[in-house]
C-alpha cells in the first residue's frame, strides 16, 4: 500500500504536532465553551469523544481516498467565541442548534462558491488580524502562568526557541517532553487523580430558536470563516 512506502519519522511527527497543537491549544477553549452552557462532566467527555472520532475520521479517509493532505478540526475562535457566551440566557440545546445552523451556513458557502468570491476581496492581513483579535487574550494569558510557575514557562520556552533553531520539525514534541518531565519533576502532575475509562456518547436535543441563530449561529458562522478558514485558506 502507498501508504506504508510515504511512512517517514518526518511525517509521523507532522502528523502528532498537527494532532497536539490542535488539541492542546484550543481544548481549554472547548471545555470552557462547554461550560458556558451548563455542560456536565458526561457531556463534556461526550463532546470530546464525538471530536475525537469526527475530526480522526473525517481527516483520515479524505486524505486516503483524495491522496491530498486534508485536515478537519475544530474552530479554534468559535470556542472563543462561544466560551464567551455566558450570561445570554443559552442552555445547551440551544448552543447544539446554533452549532447545526452554522454548519449548515458553512456549507452552503462551500458549494455555491460565495467563500471563494468573498475571500478573494479580502485582504489576508485583514483576515490575519481578525483571527488574532479573537485569539489575543487566550495568547497572552498563557504567559500569565509565568507569575505562578516561571520555572515550568520558561524551560518550554527555552527549549522550544533552541529547538525551533536547530531541530524545528520536533520542537512541540520536544518541548511537550521536556515540560512532562519537568512537571511530573516538581510534582505538578497528579497521576492518582486520572481515571481511565470508556467514554459515552450523550445525546443532547437541539433547541432551535431565532435568539439562537442570531446571538450564536450567526457569530459562529463569521468568525470561524473569517478568523479561521479564511487565514487557513
Known sequence: MRFFKDLSLSA???????????????VALVFQAAQAFGASTEVIAS????LGLGMGLTTALPSLWLRKPVMVAWSTP?????????GMGFGLG?????????????????????FEKVMNRIPTAIASALLAGVLARFGLQAFGAAQT???L???????????????PRY????????????????????WG????????????TPVFSWQAVVSLALPLFVVTMASQNLPGV
Request: hydrophobic share 65%.
Open 12 to 26: 509521523v511527527s507532522a502528523g502528532f504536532v498537527a494532532v497536539l497543537v490542535g488539541f492542546t491549544s484550543s
Open 47 to 50: 463532546w470530546m469523544w464525538a
Open 78 to 86: 468559535g470556542a472563543a467565541v462561544l466560551a464567551g457566551a455566558t
Open 94 to 114: 440551544d448552543a447544539t442548534a446554533a452549532f447545526i445552523v452554522s454548519a449548515l451556513l458553512i456549507v452552503l458557502v462551500g458549494a455555491t462558491g460565495w
Open 149 to 151: 510557575a516561571l520555572p
Open 153 to 167: 514557562v520558561g524551560v518550554m520556552l527555552l527549549t522550544y526557541l533552541t529547538a525551533k533553531r536547530w531541530l
Open 171 to 190: 520542537a512541540v514534541p520536544l518541548t511537550l517532553l521536556v515540560a512532562t518531565a519537568l512537571a511530573a519533576a516538581q510534582g505538578r502532575i497528579r
Open 193 to 204: 487523580a486520572v481515571q481511565l475509562d470508556w467514554t459515552a456518547p450523550v445525546w443532547t
